[in-house]
């Protein structure tokens, strides 16, 4: 393994890596970065979009024309008058209430097809729970404020990637590159990159983890600022994981391993038989 490898402008990798600006000749030893852009924007436009949208949407309804909700996660519990949230539960369930009691029903179904969008996605994805969602105008959020927290995590690791991100054949190796190379050289002289990669998502889940977690076993209860602290970075990591793995294409290295650039001089090994797999 060599301490330094020349790219074919003859810069040394120690003095790509040190740069700030990520001009080209990248780290990664490519005079460009599309696809590396295009993916980071893609999931910062998606998840931005939805991020502005869960406050955009109840401020423009009518002022409290969303009552209190309190649903399941993963399943439509508000799409119709006759949907499973609007009927009268137990008030000291686990799941749903008594609808009547907290505002009336509610049906996205019967909104405009933004509207419907956007409340049907957070009915879908989130249980909803009146007492853990924040209220704009009047009206209940599309998403608990955990998620709230997630959706702009997920926004921020798709920018971060777009302005630090690189492919580098494997998405372990796509992932490190927004450390710097300085960074992670001792990973790539102990070949600890997939440890690393694993452990930094273990770090970023602890605080979400943890949150829910005990709240889940204990009598503890979680309040809605550290819901949404501990749900952003939660969401940064699968932003962050996503990108990389949506930008790690060997075939931009016309299939050749020698090309990619990585700290301390290491160099990827292709197998005899390549695979499509980039891991």
Known sequence: MKEAAENETGSTLDEIGSRTDMQPPFRNGLNERGREKKVSRWVLGIAGFYCI?????????????????????????????????NHNHAEEGEMGHDQSAHGGTFSWSELNPYY?????FGDLNCHQKHERSWTVNGNQMPVCARDVGIFFGLALGGWWFSRRGLNRWTIRDSFLTLFSDSMTAPLYRNDRRLSA??????LFCLPVVLDGGIQAVTAYESINPIRILTGIPFGFIIGWYLCASLSSRPEIFDLDASKVLLPSGARLATPEKFSDESE
């Open 197 to 202: 990669m694993i452990g930094t998502g273990i």
């Open 53 to 85: 949208s869960m406050f955009l949407v109840p401020m423009m309804m009518p002022t409290d024309s969303v009552p209190e909700l309190s649903g399941r996660a993963n399943m439509l519990d508000y799409a119709s008058e006759d949907s499973w949230g």
């Open 116 to 120: 419907a969008f956007v409340y049907a």
